[in-house]
Every structure is written in structure tokens, then in C-alpha cells.
């Protein structure tokens, strides 16, 4: 069975933690910050396990603000290493021997977040480090929140920054609504401050940085969908494969739900021209089991037609209701005239996200966001 993911935050993690930081600042009382952080820890769940270590470092680092944040630099260990790709690598054991880096940071940052708000340019300054040991993007978006102009233009500076992990902060920290992090509720309404940052940062050299630029926009799809469409529509023109890659991946959410603008732009506008059936495997399953779906396709048409074929879960809800959820099929080129059969597993495995309910299940086949077949199985307990 796997390590639980709240494990990630443990007593080794305070541990290393005060001896960085007794390292570099002598004066700590290190004892009292260790027990503080690790007080009842195997009973907490991960965030409150961060929030608890970063309420020992506000218990027991300078009170100064600017003394606090140079403790903190001195205490982290080298910059996360790019690859190739300008994706982050791991760190060696040597290296984190050597300082604070990994998920401890989100703590540190946690702590900037409480402290600096009086101080912005020295918190952002302190940011600007912990984020290429780990990532600052949860504690920089209350500055955003509270300071945002002062915030925004000390992002436009950094996307030119030479480390690809504040380049990506830019976009990650400022991401309207982040998982996990605080909602960006004026960026929610009106992204206009954030989108001068993602045009200078969606050519940039690191994947790492153009797949956050690409989550960002479609965090903007979700209440702007239009924008999205017309952002993809503008940025199109003279694309290369990588920035093809990356308004292919901000669109995702749109093209799963059928929004035409969004299908139009990517020559999907029109529906299937020709006949599509679906069947399933089984007309019963149980939790835990799965469903094969079976997909025929037929062209009438005299050209190539290029398909998004994805199908919606119709779940029921515990008050017998149903709610759809859109999953990934395939995408294909049908030539004129000629028919496929694609076939694929779907899982009914519980995850953490949703919770399964026995019931009238319906499966809809959606191609270029039109509902071509469907087809129903019982879920039984």
C-alpha cells in the first residue's frame, strides 16, 4: 500500500527543518520550534501539518521581518535543477543535506505569506528564492490578493528572470483559481491584469513553464470561455509545434464540453458527417469493476474529417440525480467514406474525487462536442 501522501510533512521534515535553521541562526530555540511543529503530527491531514510548521516558525524566528527572511534564504539548500526540457530533477541526498528545499518550503512560503505583508518588496524578495526550491505559488497569491499592483509588477518583471521556476511562478501564482490555493476572486471576474504575463511566458524555452501558461488560460476558460476562444483563435497565427502543444492544452476543458467557438477554431466546427453507434460490454457492473465501450464510426462525407470523440458519465448523485462528467476518447482523422471501430476500458474504481452511487448509469459519445449515441448499464453496490 502506498506511503500516504500526508506523510510527505513529517518528524523528519521538522527535524531537518530546525537544524537548517539553527544552522544559520544560532540564536533559534530550536527545541521549542521542533516540539511546536511536531505536536500531535500523525494525527493531522497534509495542509494542516503545513499550516502547524509554519505556526513554530512564527512562534520562533526573529521577529523582524527582514532578519526572519534572511534566516530563511541562508537556511535553503541549492536551486532545483532543470533538465533538457527546463523540467525541474530531483535533488540528491547530498544536496538536500546541504538546506531546505521540497515540501518544508510551502511552510516557509506559508510564513512569508503571514509575516510580509508590510513589507512586500523584502517578502517577494524572500519568494523569489523559496520558489526555486519548491514553489511560492500558494504564498504569493495574498499579495496578489491584498497588494495586487504592487504584486503584478514585480510578476512583469519576472518573466524575464533566468530561472525557468520564477518564470513559472508568474503564471502559477497568479492562476485564478488555483487547486488549493486562495481564489483569486478579482482575477476570477476580470483576468485582463494577468494576460500581458501569459503572452510574454507562452514561448517559453521551458515546458515546464508553457504547461503552467497553459493550466492558467484554462482556469480563465472556465469563466471567460469566449476570451479563451478568441486567445486561441489570435495566437494561432504563425504557431510553432510547442506553442501549437500549448493552446491545444488550454483548451482542453472547452473542447470536452463542446463550446463552438472554441471547436471552430481547431477545425471541429462541424459535427460527425456519417453514423456513429455505441455499445457497452455489459448492460451491469459493479463498483470497483469496469465497462468496455465499443465505438463504430462511419463517414458519409467526401472528405476528411478530422474527430474529438469523447464520451460524458452521466454519475448519480446520492439524491438519485445525475451529474455528467467528460472523459477522454480518442482523436482521428476518418477519411472519406470509411469507416473505424475504437474500443477503451472505463474505470469504476473509486477515487478520492468522486463517489460512486449504484444506479441508472448513462453513457453519452460526444464528437466535435455533439452527442452522437449513448448507450446505459446499471451500477450495482
Known amino acids: 500500500m502506498p506511503e500516504p501522501f ?3 510533512i513529517n518528524a523528519h521534515t521538522v527535524h531537518h527543518a530546525g537544524l537548517h535553521l539553527h544552522r544559520v541562526w544560532p540564536a533559534l ?29 512564527q512562534a520562533t524566528l526573529p521577529a523582524d521581518f527582514a532578519e526572519a527572511a534572511h534566516v530563511i534564504e541562508a537556511s535553503l539548500a541549492e536551486p532545483l535543477a532543470l533538465d533538457a526540457a527546463g523540467e525541474p530533477t530531483a535533488l540528491s541526498e547530498a544536496q538536500s543535506q546541504a538546506g531546505l528545499s521540497g515540501w518544508v518550503v510551502w511552510s516557509l512560503g506559508e510564513y512569508v505569506a503571514r509575516r510580509g505583508m508590510s513589507d512586500v518588496p523584502r517578502a517577494l524578495a524572500c519568494l523569489h528564492a523559496l ?64 494576460l500581458p504575463l501569459l503572452r510574454a511566458l507562452q514561448d517559453d524555452p521551458s515546458a515546464y513553464v508553457r504547461r503552467s501558461v497553459a493550466n492558467h488560460l ?7 470561455p469566449d476570451l479563451v476562444a478568441q486567445w486561441v483563435r489570435e495566437h494561432q497565427q504563425a504557431a510553432n509545434t510547442q506553442r501549437t502543444a500549448l493552446l491545444r492544452h488550454a483548451s482542453r476543458s472547452l473542447i470536452k464540453q463542446g463550446h463552438a467557438p472554441t471547436l471552430q477554431a481547431w477545425g471541429l466546427g462541424l459535427g460527425l458527417q456519417g453514423e456513429a453507434t455505441l455499445s457497452l460490454s455489459t448492460d451491469h457492473a459493479r463498483v470497483g469493476e469496469d465497462v468496455g465501450l465499443h465505438v463504430t464510426l462511419r463517414s458519409t462525407a467526401p472528405q ?39 474500443d477503451k476500458r472505463h474505470s469504476l474504481r473509486p477515487v478520492t474525487t468522486r463517489q460512486l452511487y449504484p444506479g441508472l448509469h448513462q453513457i453519452d459519445l460526444r464528437i466535435n462536442g455533439q452527442t452522437c449515441a449513448s448507450a446505459r448499464f446499471e451500477l450495482l453496490a
Do not use: C
Not at 530550536?30 to 503530527?41: C, K, V
Not at 504584486?151 to 519576472?158: E, M, P
Not at 455528467?324 to 467514406?337: R, S
Open 131 to 194: 520558489t526555486q526550491r519548491f514553489s511560492a505559488e500558494f504564498a504569493i497569491r495574498p499579495f496578489i490578493q491584498q497588494h495586487p499592483d504592487q504584486t503584478l509588477a514585480v510578476l512583469q518583471r519576472w518573466v524575464h528572470d533566468p530561472s525557468a521556476h520564477v518564470r513559472r511562478l508568474v503564471s502559477e501564482g497568479s492562476r485564478p483559481r488555483l487547486p488549493w490555493g486562495l481564489r483569486l476572486h478579482a482575477l476570477v471576474a476580470n483576468p485582463a491584469p494577468t
Open 304 to 342: 476528411p474529417q478530422p474527430l474529438v470523440v469523447d464520451y460524458a458519465v452521466h454519475h448519480v448523485r446520492a439524491n438519485g440525480s445525475t451529474s455528467a462528467k467528460v472523459f477522454k476518447g480518442w482523436k482521428l482523422t476518418l477519411e472519406p467514406h470509411a469507416g473505424r471501430t475504437l
Open 6 to 8: 500526508k506523510n510527505l
Open 218 to 224: 484554462n482556469d480563465i476558460a472556465k469563466d471567460h
Open 29 to 57: 530555540d530550536r527545541q521549542r520550534f521542533e516540539q511546536h511543529a511536531a505536536q500531535g503530527l500523525d494525527g493531522l491531514e497534509f495542509k494542516a501539518r503545513a499550516m502547524q510548521l509554519a505556526d513554530a516558525l
